[in-house]
């Protein structure tokens, strides 16, 4: 469902987006870098627009990726510690606790 609701809300991004666009298609002045000269004004913002989509959907999925090996280091890590260890047990019986303490154990 929330899927659903993403998509949907990634669509109607993109149709404000060409709208928008196609609605300002004047001549502007850039000057940015080695680009000079007069582009259409459509043809910025669907630049802009895509270059900023492609930044953000890498660095989503550096980002995920990033947290996915640190849950699966944490994981193994987990695993390595001798709390978790089947040989050992659950339970460690050199110390005795405090209620075999109190019967006089």
């Known amino acids: 469902m929330l899927q659903k609701i993403r998509y949907f809300l990634f669509l109607a991004a993109v149709l404000v987006v060409i ?40 660095w989503t999925m550096w980002r995920l990726r990033k947290r996915e090996k640190a849950k699966a280091r944490a994981k193994a890590d987990a695993a390595k510690t001798p709390e978790n260890d089947p040989a050992k047990g659950s339970h460690d019986t050199s110390q005795p606790t405090d209620a075999v303490k109190e019967l006089g154990g």
């Open 19 to 58: 709208v928008v666009a196609f609605q300002n298609h004047h001549d502007v002045d850039i000057d940015l870098l080695f680009f000079s000269g007069q582009y259409p004004l459509t043809l910025l913002l669907l630049a802009c627009s895509v270059i900023s989509f492609i930044l953000g959907s890498v």
